[in-house]
């Protein structure tokens, strides 16, 4: 582990004014990248400007660390983790610096996120192809650093293809710009320091260009070692950046890249083609691509047959999919004429069928083309590509797929042999692999499933990687074909290369850097790559053992499971995207490694194993990493192995609450369903926080709630359930008669004087539904409740409101608000009271619907969890969101809604638990019902309310800021007769304090046109 230097720090605090962070929790969190390394950095520095970058590479030479430059820490290899000072790239660095549309070409920090650069791009009609699986988080100097390559390298290359110069900082301090030179080096002044170090790399190109020559592989995806073939005499395109691409932080800093343009991809025409053998399919790869496609993506069969258990992918792979393939080819034509691209895709029907494949023939030689036209269903399909891959990584066991021999390429015609070669290996060792990815260029991606926990397993793994290496080599192909080397490969240049290349590696290494400042050990000079101690899960590697509070059985580990729920975060790095969904909103405000799903995820994992002290856990240090956690399960749908953090928030809350007891503010937002009916019985005392001059400031001191956000304002006429009717708990009053109570002065054009006496379309048969009426609704906004009882009332529904089967006066509630404090016992008691009283419609049959999202989904969710009886299991299994039981009932012709045509625009903002539980489709489902409606939906994150969240003085200016990101911005636009429909109570409050619109839940947008 690397020692603390307290030097360091305390110069770069003082002279640096981005974060310097060199506690141990913030340590950990750049500890790992998406390799299975772990090295403890022995700081990290967020520079704000590239001065800044260039002051602490200088700080950190003078007090003798080492630098390691870092983007979104996606490698695979090793290459970013390391016992230096890290210097944080991506949270400041990604300015587009130059644009010159005309050229073709622009420069950028290093920082600046491949995703974000294109999406700046498009406007222009251009964008940058090398098209990363992480384009959401892989940041230009990070794929410059590991020469990365996209799926379309067919056509645009690799990163040394695209990147015309590099401005870097040298171990000595000095600036210099990499880029096109004479062979002569007579274009570069005669004082630049570049001069005389370029003068050396070409001497040692000259001397080895022989040996280059003869041990180089000759394939595209060659990103092993450094790019000594750009330096070696008689070329005419020499450009001294390509020795830096690639390089892996070791030989100097990137300060601006300048990159190559392309004009964006027009229409495509996609061949899916079928094998009924894998071989088959590897053996055609070398054919397919004489037609020139831009790409072609294997598909085999155990990702077809994961995909096929995903509901959400079915109707893809019926649209694509003939009979049962062994592999398919996805071959992709991108010519800018799309009369030529569907010219090629002719050709390929006629290849396959020179190749021997028909629909008709048996076995091996079954195959054919199915051709993909539509743009929506070539999205769609690499959307499911992706997807199926996640399906892999989510394996709950403790094996796990392991990236080691992931990027071999091998040229073409040995792909059939190779890859079938490597299964034997793979079951020799006893274990399997998935293949997809690039058959275009011979670099298929697969990886074993081990346990690297285990001593056998990770001599499996030596073992295979010497036998796949050696059989690589023996086909003249490339170790490292797209990830890089890192602590992973760098081991194996020697009898990759040859001895004689390998010291000339490190000739250029020391010409560069003698002192070893950049990024050591990587490359060149590299430990063994199987050396225990540098692996996440070590052989000290141990969790020890405690009750959690909820269940997480579904894991494997300690804790009850917790252990292996926390460990399903293998650092990809979804979680850093900007755009999409709702995963990670804390992130996308704050861009802190700490804010985000992967740094929550990674210190949780060094708490439960005891890297970061006694009682981390329940610290406040974990506290603050999990502050802006909304809890918005944007994770739970999104990242690609379901690491579920609002979950395990509550375990942290827990421990907390059990240590260190409940605040003043925990306390009244925990405990607001107990109080709640006293407080409705005296509003205006209650209300005085928000009344008398100085009351908002004095609760901000005692109890944390921000004085600039009014709290929700309490009131009498309350939602109230009776239970004197026919049936247990059904409503007494009629609807119409509370709607009627309280006419709403604020609700939008076109909703106002609600009549639900509207009674069409009821019919003979009985249908029956509880309707569960949450604490925020009943007690702040009973309108919604009113309303969606007249729209069930309308649509022949017969509505029980459940009440307590202790007969107790106090309303039944989900347990919700403990939960977010921590108070699990409490939950529990609230959980089971709610299930007791619903069991005897659960029992029946009879479906449970509500309207909070966040209420509604955690009987779905949570508090299976937390209650193990089988009337929480039929409960959660029983429990809609209204919108999911009006449209579930409207599908299968039970809903017949007695709907007035309307001609609103209707502005929707999904609440995160409907994202995340997939329920927006049923709310735009359910707004259809009325006929005339036009319905946008907002591409918004999290609100940023979060419940108590936005109430919090500390969490305010986090929780506007996530509302600004797109939710704020799209309602201020709105115009002033569109209707705002926000499910959510603390979504509305949002809309309501920070865009000044009203917004109304969906129920009340039905019942205004009945
Ligand atoms: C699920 C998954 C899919 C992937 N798919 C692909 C793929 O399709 N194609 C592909 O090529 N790779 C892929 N990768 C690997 C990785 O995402 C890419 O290599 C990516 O380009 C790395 O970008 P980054 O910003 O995360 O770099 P980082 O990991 O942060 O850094 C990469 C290297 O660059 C160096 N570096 C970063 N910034 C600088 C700087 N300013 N100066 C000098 N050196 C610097 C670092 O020191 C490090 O050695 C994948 C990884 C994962 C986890
Ligand atoms: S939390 Fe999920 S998305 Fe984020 S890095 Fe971990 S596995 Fe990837
Ligand atoms: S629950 Fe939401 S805020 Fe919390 S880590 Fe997951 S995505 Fe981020």
Not at 65 to 79: E, F, I, K, P, Y
Not at 751 to 772: S, W
Not at 967 to 989: F, H, M, N, Q, Y
């Amino acid at each position: 582990m690397a020692t603390l230097m307290p030097a360091l720090e305390r110069r770069l605090r003082r002279e640096i004014s981005g974060d310097v962070l060199f506690d141990g929790f913030s340590r950990g969190r750049y500890a790992t990248d998406a390799s299975h390394y772990q090295m403890m950095p022995v700081g990290i520095v967020v520079p704000r400007t590239i001065e800044e970058a260039e002051r602490a590479i200088a700080i950190a030479d003078q007090e003798g660390a080492s630098v390691l430059a870092r983007g979104g820490g996606t490698s695979q290899c090793g290459q970013t983790v390391n016992e230096s000072l890290v210097v944080d790239c991506s949270k400041h660095l990604h300015r587009i610096l130059d644009l010159d549309v005309q050229g073709g070409r622009c420069v950028v920090e290093p920082g600046i996120v491949l995703d974000e650069l294109n999406r700046q791009l498009r406007p222009h009609g251009l964008w940058f192809p090398v098209d990363v699986s992480t384009s959401s988080r892989a940041t230009i100097g990070g794929m410059a650093g590991n020469n990365s390559c996209g799926g379309r390298s067919l056509r645009y290359g690799t990163m040394r293809d695209n990147v015309l110069s590099i401005d870097a900082v040298l171990a000595d301090g000095t600036a210099a710009h990499f880029g096109r030179a004479n062979a002569d080096l007579s274009d570069i002044p005669d004082g630049s320091p570049l001069k005389p170090l370029a003068r050396d790399l070409l001497a040692l190109g000259a001397r080895e260009a022989a040996e280059v020559e003869a041990r180089f592989p000759k394939v595209q995806r060659r990103v092993g070692g450094y790019n000594l073939d750009a330096l070696t005499p008689g070329r005419n395109d020499l450009n001294l950046a390509h020795i830096l691409v690639g390089s892996e932080g070791t030989l100097a800093f990137t300060t601006k890249v300048e990159l190559k343009l392309w004009p964006v991809l027009g229409r495509r025409a996609v061949g899916a083609c079928h094998f009924g053998s894998f071989y088959e399919a590897m053996n055609a790869a070398q054919h397919l691509v004489k037609l020139a496609p831009i790409a072609v993506e294997l598909v085999d069969r155990t990702m077809i047959g994961l995909a096929r258990e995903i509901a959400m992918f079915r109707p893809t792979l019926e649209q694509f999919v003939r009979g049962e393939p062994d592999a398919i080819l996805l071959v992709e034509f991108g010519e800018n004429d799309q009369e030529e691209n569907l010219r090629r895709l002719a050709r390929l029907h006629e290849l396959m069928g020179d190749l021997g494949f028909g629909w008709d023939k048996p076995g091996a030689k079954w195959g054919g083309v199915v051709d993909v036209i539509e743009p929506a269903l070539q999205t769609a399909i690499a959307e499911l590509r992706a997807s199926g891959l996640n399906v892999m990584m989510s394996m709950k066991e403790q094996g796990k797929p392991v990236s080691f021999v992931e990027d071999c390429a091998v040229p073409l015609e040995h792909l059939a042999d190779y890859t079938s070669r490597l299964t034997e290996v793979f079951e020799r060792h006893g274990t399997r692999g998935t293949w997809y990815a690039h058959a275009s260029v011979g670099c298929l991606h697969v990886r074993p499933v081990l346990n690297l926990r285990l001593e056998k397993d990770v001599k499996a793994m030596r073992a295979i990687a010497e036998e796949a290496f050696a059989m690589v080599r023996e086909y003249k192909g490339s170790h490292s074909g797209e990830h890089g080397d890192g602590l992973l490969r760098s081991e194996f240049h020697e009898p990759m290369y040859g001895t004689r290349l390998v010291r000339a590696f490190e000739e250029v290494k020391d010409r560069f850097d003698p002192d070893g400042l950049f990024n050591p050990g990587r490359i060149v000079r590299a430990p063994k790559f199987d050396d225990r101690a540098n692996f996440r899960y070590g052989p000290e590697y141990r969790v020890e053992d405690f009750t959690p509070a909820l269940d997480w059985s579904e894991y494997t580990g300690a804790a009850g499971g917790f252990q292996g729920a926390v460990e399903m975060c293998n650092n990809n790095g979804a979680c850093r995207k900007f755009v999409a969904g709702v995963m990670c909103p804390s992130w996308r405000v704050t861009l802190n490694e700490r804010d985000v799903t992967r740094g929550r995820a990674n210190t949780l994992r060094l708490a439960i194993s005891g890297q970061l002290g006694p009682d981390a856990f329940a610290s406040d240090a974990m506290l603050e990493t999990l502050k802006l956690c909304v809890s918005c399960k944007g994770c739970r749908r999104e990242c690609p192995t379901g690491v579920d953090m609002a979950r395990m928030k509550i375990e942290v809350l827990a421990a907390r609450a059990a240590k260190r007891g409940l605040s003043l503010r925990d306390r009244l937002i925990g405990w607001l369903p107990r109080y709640a009916p006293y407080a409705a019985r005296v509003p205006w005392l209650f209300n005085l926080r928000d009344a008398l001059p100085g009351a908002a400031r004095l609760s901000e001191a005692l109890a944390g709630f921000s004085a600039r956000r009014k709290l929700p304002r309490w009131r009498r006429d309350i939602f109230r359930d009776s239970a004197d009717s026919s049936w247990p708990g059904e409503r007494r009053e009629a609807p119409s008669s509370r709607l009627k109570s309280r006419p709403s002065t604020s609700l939008p054009h076109g909703m106002k004087g609600v009549d639900a006496r509207h009674k069409a379309g009821h019919d003979a048969e009985v249908k029956e539904v509880v309707l569960f009426a949450d604490t925020f609704n009943r007690y702040f906004e009973r309108e919604n409740l009113d309303a969606a009882l007249a729209v069930l009332d309308a649509a022949g529904y017969r509505v029980h409101l459940a009440t307590p089967a202790d007969g107790a006066k106090r309303p039944l509630c989900c347990g919700r608000t403990f939960l977010a404090v921590g108070a699990v016992r409490e939950a529990r008691e609230e959980a089971e009271r709610t299930i007791a009283a619903l069991a005897p419609y659960t029992e029946r049959g009879v479906p449970v619907v509500g309207l909070e999202p966040s209420c509604i989904f955690g009987f779905r969710d949570e508090i299976p969890a937390l209650v193990k009886t089988e009337a929480a299991e039929r409960l959660s299994g029983s429990v809609f969101l209204f919108e999911e039981f009006v449209a579930r009932e409207a599908k299968a012709g039970r809903f017949r809604l007695p709907a007035k045509p309307g001609k609103d625009r209707v502005l929707l903002h999904g609440h995160c638990h409907q994202k995340s539980f997939g329920a927006m489709r049923a709310v735009e489902e359910t707004l259809k019902l009325v006929p005339g409606l036009s319905v946008e939906t907002v591409e918004s994150s999290c609100c940023g309310m979060a419940g108590s969240f936005g109430y919090g003085a500390d969490t305010m200016d986090a929780s506007l800021a996530m509302g600004e990101l797109s939710l704020l911005p799209a309602v201020r636009k709105a115009a002033p007769e569109t209707i705002i429909v926000a499910d959510g109570t603390s979504c509305r409050e949002q809309i309501a304090f920070g865009a000044g619109r009203e917004a109304v839940h969906v129920a009340r947008v039905l019942a205004a046109h009945l």
